[in-house]
């Protein structure tokens, strides 16, 4: 029986509902020799990135839907299913193509069991760390927000676990929707001495002066490496201004180029940013700022097997993008000699639960943070029949569930929710606990709204998104999903001008008028005073009152003119 | 981050500043300025109408005029704007907002060899290009613009 046969074996055995011998399907993969990568070079980084405080082992579906416009037609980050395999030479039905797409997810996540867990993940740094001295741990952001733990603690259970995992710096994004206070008081508190908090372009609004420090330098192995942070650049845009009234944020290329000017300056001979700019904006970044080596990349939750090699007047860059909720470990190793860099590896590593044993202090402190709130966490509140999953351009089932429910309670024409790419999977048949819920809702500013608005409104509001979403120029993207629309339907034509994306709104089949008044129901607003009931007790009523949840109706816009964009499945 | 000069300048007070702003000669009189105040170019209502009241129609790009604005807008209210001139004899810098009722923001001129540098923040009601246009002494003008985007926010990341 060769790998292929195994595989289907175990498939038809999966859909049999018979239980799976997870380890064996993974030794059949190769198992821990994944983990086997020889030491190359002498610089060594270690990057993971978007974990949204999942602290423990999980699903996550690679998306479907991730539509390229203009010039990133076709390219990496924007390949889905087969297309991303075929690019990388990932072999179909491999541990690392259910890793890296959505394909046969269901069977694929029962054989290899879950990803991520900071216990194993911690065991898996603390491997790599041994086979290379020095190497530098470093944080893309994003981990203090992204479950009911981590909201309830106000990021301390994050705080602590990258502590203990032994994070060197880290920039940050949703950090700052704990406010600026609650930042600082980390910063200067629980970081000071162990863990650089970096972000160049992170300015106060008066006289434009750093708040944090911009970079920071380490010998390692003899050679001097600069590792410079950026901060998601549409922070006070994207999510509420008022919890950073004092601080302006913005994509700062001119100043980045003087940081990274000021650091070759003081002898560093490796210059890698740790960015949460989102892939594209990377790649943007990469093609007009000189002297970069490396962009470690994320924000975008873009999985991306390899580099992408940008080239600039000054030379060239790498750009990567580590995927998010603790799924994969970023290691990129450097041959530098005589201070110049000869060559490079680099591997994205998928974190299989199974693969990996769990770390004990690790698990020791998970336990700790979450055993105050175990009933409240492990309240079944329903059992889904189908796979519930959010990631992907227009909608997700999760997003879909969280659409009918509010519309429901709310009693509204149409609702609103946000395109957010964090929030877990569940497979068919799992009960859906409080914990689940709190994965994909669990913010600072979680209110439930109900709101009149006119068809212009909200004409306006979609052409908005869809611009941060599909504007053909980086720099004006902001990285999130478009905006999930339950109730009404529409067309969608990505690569049209802002104004014209939008089009064919209709309401139970009729069209929609421009005076009118409709009833929207929403959540996570950003405006300064906003009130209402968290979007989680809404959800968790509605379960409640089901204890089963059928397969949801998916309402996707019709899309025009993008047959064939290797983005779409 | 400087702290006292921040807590110096609180205590001083806004008006206090701007009075010391005039007694050092920095800030014009109301006269002086209502004399050179250009009132069509002021009170067009359309960017061309703009450039024509200020000679400037036709004008082209110089890469040697430095236009900085976010691509994103975080307060529509308040956009901060920098235009740097690096041209030789710069006499004059205007800032246009493309889409505002008014487009024609601000105008300054620099006498005796001034730097050329400008920072202001604007209000832009929607999405614009913001331009900025300046002018040398022998009479030529030059431009540099940018679109600058004012959103709705919300649903990012």
């Known amino acids: 029986m060769n790998r292929r046969e195994f595989l289907q074996v175990l498939a038809a055995a999966s859909a049999a509902g018979m239980a799976l011998d997870s380890p064996r399907a993974l030794a059949a993969q190769g198992g821990e020799a994944l983990y086997d990568l020889p030491r190359f070079g002498n610089v060594h980084l270690l990057h993971f990135t978007d974990c949204h405080a999942q602290l423990l082992p999980i699903h996550f579906r690679e998306p479907s839907v991730n539509i390229g416009v203009g010039g990133a037609t076709g390219k990496a980050p924007h390949l889905v299913g087969e297309h991303l395999l075929k690019a990388f030479g990932i072999a179909p039905r491999s541990l690392e193509a259910h890793a890296f797409t959505y394909l046969d997810f269901e069977q694929a996540a029962r054989t290899y069991g879950t990803v991520g867990g900071f216990a194993h993940l911690t065991t898996l740094v603390k ?34 676990a990258c502590r203990l995992l032994g994070v060197d710096m880290m920039a940050p994004h949703w950090e700052f929707t704990l406010g600026h206070e609650r930042v600082k008081e980390i910063v200067e508190g629980d970081f000071k001495g162990r863990i650089e908090f970096l972000a160049q372009n992170v300015k106060t609004t008066d006289f434009n002066d750093p708040v944090f420090a911009p970079y920071a330098l380490r010998e390692m192995n003899g050679v001097s490496v600069a590792v410079i942070g950026q901060a998601f650049p549409y922070t006070p845009v994207a999510n509420p201004r008022y919890m950073v009234p004092d601080w302006t944020f913005g994509i700062q290329e001119e100043e980045m180029q003087k940081v990274v000017d000021e650091v070759r300056a003081k002898g ?60 994969f470990l970023g290691v990129l190793d450097f041959d530098v000699r005589e201070g110049r ?34 009933p409240k966490l492990g309240e079944k509140l329903a059992v889904t029949e189908a796979m519930l999953y959010r990631r992907g351009n227009f909608n997700g089932s999760w997003d879909q569930l969280i659409l009918d429910a509010i519309m429901d309670v709310k009693g509204a024409d149409i609702a609103f929710s946000p395109g957010f790419r964090w929030g877990t999977t569940l497979l068919p048949g799992q009960a859906i606990t409080f914990e689940h819920l709190m994965d994909q ?33 980086p720099y004006y993207q902001q990285g999130g999903d ?25 309401l139970n089949g009729k069209l929609m008028e421009a005076d009118r008044k409709y009833k929207v129901a929403g959540w996570a607003p950003v405006a300064e005073g906003a009130q ?38 | 981050m400087d702290t006292m000069r921040r807590q110096l300048l609180k205590g001083a007070g806004a008006t206090g500043a701007l009075a010391a702003a005039l007694a050092a000669g920095l800030l ?105 246009v300046a002018k040398t002494a022998d009479g030529k003008f030059y431009t540099a613009q940018k679109e600058v985007k004012v959103t709705v926010g919300g649903c990012g990341g």
Not at chain 1, 482 to 498: E, F, K, L, N, W
Not at chain 2, 42 to 69: H, I, M, N, R
């Open chain 1, 127 to 160: 491997r790599l760390r041994a086979s290379r001295p020095g190497a530098l741990l470093l944080d893309g952001g994003d981990t203090w927000q992204g479950s009911a733990t981590a909201l309830w603690s106000k990021g301390q259970d994050m705080v602590d």
């Open chain 1, 268 to 327: 560093a001979r490796v210059v890698v940013v740790l960015s949460h700019n989102g892939m594209d904006v990377d790649l943007k970044l990469a093609s007009r700022v000189r002297g970069i080596d490396a962009i470690l990349g994320g924000h975008t939750h873009d999985g991306v097997p390899q580099p992408v090699v940008v080239a600039n007047p000054g030379g060239r860059t790498l750009v990567t993008n580590a995927g998010s909720n603790g799924k």
């Open chain 1, 341 to 374: 860099i000869t060559d490079f590896r680099y591997r994205l590593l998928p974190v299989f639960s199974n693969l990996l044993p769990p770390d004990a202090a690790m698990a020791a402190l998970v336990d700790k943070w979450r055993a105050p709130h175990l």
């Open chain 1, 441 to 473: 809702t669990a913010i600072t500013y979680p209110y439930a709204t109900l709101t009149e608005m006119s068809g212009e409104q909200i004409k306006t509001i979609l052409e908005d998104v869809g611009d941060n979403l599909f504007n053909p120029d």
């Open chain 1, 482 to 506: 478009m905006v999930r629309v339950g109730g009404m339907t529409y067309a969608c034509d990505p690569a049209a001008r802002i104004g014209h994306r939008i089009q064919d709104m209709r």
């Open chain 1, 532 to 569: 209402g009931e968290p979007i989680w007790e809404v959800v968790a009523r509605w379960l409640r009152d089901r204890r089963t949840v059928s397969a949801r109706r998916l309402n996707n816009p019709r899309l025009i003119g993008i047959q064939g964009n290797p983005g779409m499945a």
């Open chain 2, 28 to 132: 014009k009189p109301t006269q002086v300025l209502a004399s050179e105040w250009n009132r069509t170019a002021f009170e067009a209502k359309e960017s061309p109408a703009v450039l024509k009241a200020l000679g400037a129609s036709g004008s082209s790009d110089s890469k040697d005029l430095q236009l900085k604005a976010p691509e994103i807008a975080e307060n529509g209210a308040v956009v901060p704007v920098e235009v740097i001139s690096n041209i030789p004899n710069t006499i004059s810098i205007a800032v246009l907002v493309d889409k505002n009722p008014f487009p024609l923001s601000a105008a300054f001129d620099f006498a005796n060899g001034a730097v050329p540098e400008i920072s202001v923040r604007l209000k832009l009601g929607q999405t614009s290009v913001v331009k900025a």
